[in-house]
């Protein structure tokens, strides 16, 4: 039965493989690292690359990772996403969908399903689930649903909510998921963010003269800035140590999640082997570029990270679980809605 609306809400976010078997996983990994956003090379040598080399050695391993945090209900980031959309429908009258970057459901599906309930539609706002921009996130995930749009001759417009890394409801909501693990002892908290290549920065670099360019380009104003992922996260990392009052030396930033040479540094699991030994044995860490908990975060960091820390000398680790459902993190969505 379709139901008049004008207005539907699109929450994008990265995706996982339909279930744990190698097959799956490997279709997965093939659609992800074909996109040449991610890996940003011609592309007869990604094809070698990744079908040839990458994917034929990482699906199996991949599947074993992915079986380890599998739920009864399926991928947690999938479940995560199903939960936030049920969340926010729960406070808000516009409908709610999902979709993700890759694998099930496409921004194709989802725009069918929205057009089949709404015949009516004029707007869908997509938000895509990642604070910061970069080429392998945002930015590819903003061009996929707006080339699906294109092809599809929907009717409705598509708006698209910006990066959100210093957005004040943003900040509170990650600032409130933060602040109760506090209260424990620690010595330290890692802002551990999803590493990627420098090139990326350089090609993103919208005046082609600043990003890596200098050492403290990061802090210098510039427009590269509006597209600098490196910028953007250090502007979250600052807002929120700031508004719970941590000292700067009990912070850091790290980059996990690499793949090849030449990527930002300093990478998190040299700095988990390294910290115990600088006298850091209760350690908080926090994974800002993800909003919804995932392989990089249950089993990159809960798992092997932790591990990692214990065996260097660490005391205790705790992971801060990414703002998911959180009930701030649901009112901030609400709040941009309706802004």
């Known amino acids: ?189 890692l802002f551990s963010y999803h590493g990627v290549p420098e090139r990326h920065l350089r090609k993103s670099d919208i005046t082609g003269c600043h990003c890596l360019k200098a050492e403290n380009c990061c802090e210098t104003d510039s427009p590269a800035h509006a597209v600098c992922y490196r910028h953007q996260l250090m502007v979250t990392t600052r807002l929120v140590a700031e508004q719970l009052g941590i000292p700067r030396e009990q912070y850091s930033i790290s980059f996990q999640s690499r793949l090849g040479k030449g990527w930002l540094q300093p990478f998190t699991d040299v700095r988990l082997k390294a910290m115990p030994g600088e006298g850091i044995k209760k350690l908080l860490v926090a994974c800002p570029a993800f909003v919804s908990d995932c392989l990089e975060t249950i089993e990159e960091i809960g798992g092997e990270g932790r591990e990692t820390f214990l065996h260097a000398g660490g005391e205790s680790f705790t992971l801060i679980p990414c703002l998911n459902t959180h009930p701030a993190w649901v009112e901030t969505i609400e709040k941009w809605l309706s802004a």
Do not use: C
């Open 1 to 189: 039965m379709s139901v008049s609306a004008k207005r539907a809400l699109l929450l994008m976010n990265l995706g996982s493989p339909d279930s744990t078997d190698v097959k799956d996983v490997r279709r997965y990994l093939n659609e992800f690292l074909m996109d040449g956003r991610v890996i940003d090379m011609p592309y007869l040598t990604r094809l070698l690359l990744v079908r040839g080399i990458i994917v034929p050695f990482r699906a199996p391993k991949s599947a074993e990772a992915y079986r380890s945090i599998w739920t009864d209900e399926g991928s947690p980031l999938i479940v995560l996403t199903r939960q936030l959309q049920e969340a926010l429908q729960h406070r808000i009258t516009v409908p709610v969908y999902i979709a993700m970057r890759y694998g099930n459901p496409s921004p194709k599906a989802a725009y069918e399903q929205i057009v089949q309930a709404h015949p009516d539609i004029e707007e869908v706002v997509l938000l895509p689930l990642y604070p910061h921009y970069a080429m392998s996130s945002y930015e590819t995930a903003v061009e996929y649903a707006q080339q699906q749009h294109r092809e599809g001759k929907y009717a409705f417009t598509l708006q698209v909510i910006k990066p959100f890394y210093k957005e004040p409801n943003y900040i509170r909501a990650l600032t409130a998921s933060i602040e109760p693990y506090l209260a424990q002892p620690y010595d330290h908290i």
